[in-house]
């Protein structure tokens, strides 16, 4: 079956460092991954699209990469600020109605 | 201001009990969508609605139900026969979605809990 998996374990990282969480695939071939932004008790926010023949993306202090041959995508935030900390979900659909599958999320935490 | 709205913000269920979250979109989006989030998972979807009168079931669809009976609305009904309806229940919209991909606009999420 067709997998989005993100790394379950918060990030803990200190303010001005660059936060790097990490997306995989299986058994399917996404024709794009999207990134969403999560805070607590609220709904996702979207932050980036990346096409697979796109190898990078960028908006602002954020960047997005794709490797299709690793079947992964990395998300990094550079210059981390507090008011990053969030939970950072990636997602996916190969199909035309729009579903997306989500993957759990990675919950970052930015210390001063 | 456009966007997509969710009520009521917190809401408590008996057992047995039906209840309906209201999801409402100004965006003039064509599809909708209900997820389902749990403590530790990612996004479940329930059901989806590409157009008005039509919607398909999701991934997690048994003991749900939906209409869509206007562009703007798309409520939920959370029945009796779903066992275990306590989450976060998130609704979400796009314009035409394609293979291009569009990015889905969320409503702030309902929480549902069972008593």
């Known amino acids: 079956s067709q997998k989005i998996e993100q790394n379950s374990e918060a990030l803990n990282i200190q303010e001005g460092k660059t936060a790097t969480l990490t997306c995989n695939y299986t058994?399917?071939?996404?024709?794009?991954l999207q990134w969403y932004r999560q805070d607590p008790g609220r709904g996702p926010v979207f932050l980036l699209l990346i096409r697979e023949n796109e190898k990078e993306k960028r908006k602002e202090r954020l960047k997005v990469t794709f490797d299709t041959t690793l079947k992964q995508s990395l998300f990094h935030i550079t210059a981390s600020q507090p008011a990053d900390s969030a939970t950072y979900l990636c997602?996916?659909?190969?199909?035309?109605?729009?579903?997306?599958?989500f993957g759990a999320g990675t919950q970052v935490v930015v210390t001063p | 201001d456009g966007g997509i709205t969710q009520s009521p913000k917190y809401l408590f269920r008996k057992e047995g009990q039906n209840v309906t979250l209201s999801c409402e979109q100004n965006l003039n989006h064509d599809a909708m969508y209900w997820y389902r989030q749990d403590p530790g998972q990612g996004l479940r979807l329930i059901y989806y609605?590409?157009?008005?009168?039509?919607?398909q079931k999701g991934d997690i669809a048994e003991g749900y139900s939906v209409s869509r009976e206007k562009k703007e609305s798309f409520p939920l009904t959370v029945t009796s026969a779903q066992k275990n309806p306590t989450a976060f229940y998130l609704c979400?919209?796009?314009?035409?979605?394609?293979?291009?991909?569009?990015?889905?606009?969320f409503g702030p999420g309902t929480r549902l809990t069972v008593l």
């Open positions: 609605s590409q157009i008005v009168n039509d919607f």
């Open positions: 979400a919209s796009t314009e035409q979605p394609g293979l291009a991909g569009r990015e889905q606009f």
């Open positions: 997602a996916s659909s190969t199909d035309s109605w729009g579903k997306l599958q």
């Open positions: 058994n399917y071939s996404p024709a794009y």
